[in-house]
């Protein structure tokens, strides 16, 4: 049974910044560009180049993501058929990075250094400790760049323990921010503001399953924290 978020893709995948007011506006962006180079090679070969960049009303860049060349799902036919979900995807996958020019803050609203990050996969627990917190169970946990140093998934506990090196002070919670659902993905990234004042990053992600090729709606929240 998968687990998570012990002491996460939550998406909230996590605020990079603050809350904000309601009425806050932000914009994105894309462009040609390599993944950072502070990710460790056999990450960074995973990423396309195509950097999508979120940037506030005032021109200031809140984040930078990079997303996955192409995902492996475990699917059946008829899940490919009727869409994929993040639950295809094994917990930990790296779905990811992201740059925080001037840091950011996560779902639970804990700052996270300014750097580079990798984004992977995580499942929110089903306890009390987490009851009520998120609307979704999928989330974006990120772990400085230079401590994520193999592509493959790991054990959750310690994508969770490697996530919580993103925060400073030491609280021991992983950096996470908030998934949504995206399940009619565009062939281009755009940017959704959702119910709660959340800002949400819509991306397509390639998909092998099964043999076949597909693709999985990515909903990202950049920009919104839980209320709990």
Not at 94 to 122: E, I, N, W
Not at 154 to 164: F, V
Request: glycine share 8%.
């Amino acid at each position: 049974m998968r687990r998570m978020l012990g002491s996460l893709l939550t998406a909230a995948w996590l605020a990079v910044a603050p809350a904000g007011s309601a009425d806050a506006q932000y914009t994105l962006k894309t462009a040609n560009e390599a993944p950072p180079k502070e990710l460790k090679e056999p990450i960074r070969h995973l990423l396309r180049d195509q950097k999508i960049q979120v940037q506030d009303d005032k021109g200031d860049v809140l984040c930078d993501l990079w997303l996955r060349k192409e995902l492996a799902a475990k699917a059946t036919p008829q899940q490919v058929k009727t869409g994929l979900t993040y639950r295809e995807l094994e917990e930990t996958t790296v779905l990811g990075a992201v740059r925080f020019p001037k840091g950011g803050s996560d779902y639970r609203k804990q700052k996270v250094r300014p750097g580079v990050y990798t984004l992977r996969l995580g499942i929110q627990p089903s306890d009390g400790d987490h009851m009520g917190t998120a609307p979704y169970k999928e989330f974006c946990l990120v772990s400085p760049a230079d401590q994520d140093v193999k592509a493959e998934v790991m054990e959750p506990k310690a994508l969770q323990e490697m996530s919580a090196k993103s925060v400073p002070g030491g609280s021991g919670h992983p950096a996470v921010f908030l998934l949504f659902p995206n399940e009619k993905p565009a062939n281009a990234p755009a940017l959704v503001k959702k119910e709660g004042n959340h800002w949400v990053v819509n991306a397509k992600e390639d998909v092998t399953a099964g043999g076949q090729k597909t693709a999985l709606g990515i909903g990202l929240t950049v920009v919104g924290a839980s209320e709990s």
